[in-house]
C-alpha cells in the first residue's frame, strides 16, 4: 500500500505509475489525481511549452542537431564542420553553397552507416528517391541523355 500525495489516500502499488527516479519506484500520485491534474491543465501546459519553445529555438536546434548526429551517425558537431570545411561548404554532389543547417544533410552508406559526405536537400533526396542504386541512376542517366536536345 502506498499513501498518494495529493488526494492522501492509501491505495494499492497498482494504482500508481512507475517513476525510477523515486525511492519506491512509484510515482507519489496516483494514477487518477494525475489524470485529473493532466485533464485540468492540458491547455496551460500547451500554451507554456509553446511560449518556452519560442524563447528557446535555438537551443532546441543546437540540441536536435547535436542528438541527431550522436544518435543517428554516431559523429560529433565538429566532425560535421570537418566534413563541411572539407568540402568547402558545399554539396558534394551539385556544389551548391551550403549556407543553412537546414539545407545540410548527412549522406551515408544505408547498409554500413559509413558517412560519405554532405548534401543539399535536393541531391540527398535524388539518392534516396534511386534508393542508391547505381544501375538505376545509369538508367536515369541515359534516359535524359536520350532526350538532352
Do not use: V
Not at 497498482?14 to 519506484?25: A, L, P, V, W
Amino acid at each position: 500500500m502506498k499513501c498518494c500525495t495529493k488526494c492522501k489516500t492509501e491505495k494499492s502499488q497498482q494504482e500508481f505509475s512507475k517513476n525510477k527516479n523515486n525511492k519506491d519506484g512509484l510515482s507519489c500520485w496516483c494514477k487518477l489525481c494525475k489524470k485529473i491534474w493532466n485533464d485540468n491543465n492540458k491547455g496551460h501546459n500547451i500554451i507554456k511549452k509553446k511560449e518556452w519553445d519560442e524563447k528557446n529555438k535555438e537551443h532546441i536546434k543546437k540540441y536536435r542537431e547535436k542528438y541527431c548526429l550522436n544518435k543517428y551517425y554516431n559523429i560529433t558537431l565538429e566532425e560535421k564542420k570537418n566534413f563541411l570545411l572539407k568540402q568547402n561548404n558545399k554539396c558534394a554532389i551539385c556544389f551548391k553553397l551550403l549556407k543553412e543547417s537546414k539545407d545540410i544533410n548527412i549522406d551515408h552508406n544505408h547498409i554500413t552507416n559509413e558517412i560519405r559526405g554532405i548534401l543539399c536537400n535536393n541531391c540527398n533526396t535524388g539518392l534516396g528517391l534511386f534508393k542508391d542504386s547505381i544501375p538505376i541512376l545509369e538508367q536515369a542517366f541515359k534516359y535524359l541523355k536520350k532526350y538532352n536536345k
